[in-house]
């Protein structure tokens, strides 16, 4: 059973910075992400990486946040940097696993408060 422990969520002033974590354990993964659910809106993408370390990053974010993971620890991170309000959201951690057995995996979700 794959379990995805998140960490690093919080309240900071617009301008400042906090970086996420996310431990998978049980099984290796492939890709791993970040998503984000802002009130009243649809969960989006925020940011993606392979284990061979391609990155992918919504438009929103790009130049502010950087994804990152350690393989040997199957633990992903996300830098946020220069935060605004409307980074303001859950943030789900994503785990995919492409060979047998596959799965979809999904964190618990961290609040992100970005408010002054």
């Known amino acids: 059973q794959v379990q995805l422990v998140e960490s690093g969520g919080g309240l900071v002033q617009p301008g400042g910075s906090l970086r996420l974590s996310c431990a998978a354990s049980?099984?290796?993964?492939?890709?791993m992400g970040w998503y984000r659910r802002a009130p009243g809106k649809e969960r989006e993408l925020v940011a993606l990486?392979?284990?061979?370390?391609?990155?992918n990053y919504a438009d929103s974010v790009k130049g502010r946040f950087t994804i990152s993971r350690d393989n040997a620890k199957n633990t992903v991170y996300l830098q946020m940097n220069s935060l605004k309000p409307e980074d303001t959201a859950v943030y789900y951690c994503?785990?995919?696993?492409?060979?047998?057995?596959?799965?979809?995996?999904w964190g618990q979700g961290t609040q992100v408060t970005v408010s002054s």
């Open positions: 994503n785990a995919e696993r492409w060979a047998l057995p596959f799965g979809d995996y």
């Open positions: 990486i392979t284990s061979g370390g391609t990155t």
């Open positions: 049980g099984i290796s993964i492939n890709r």
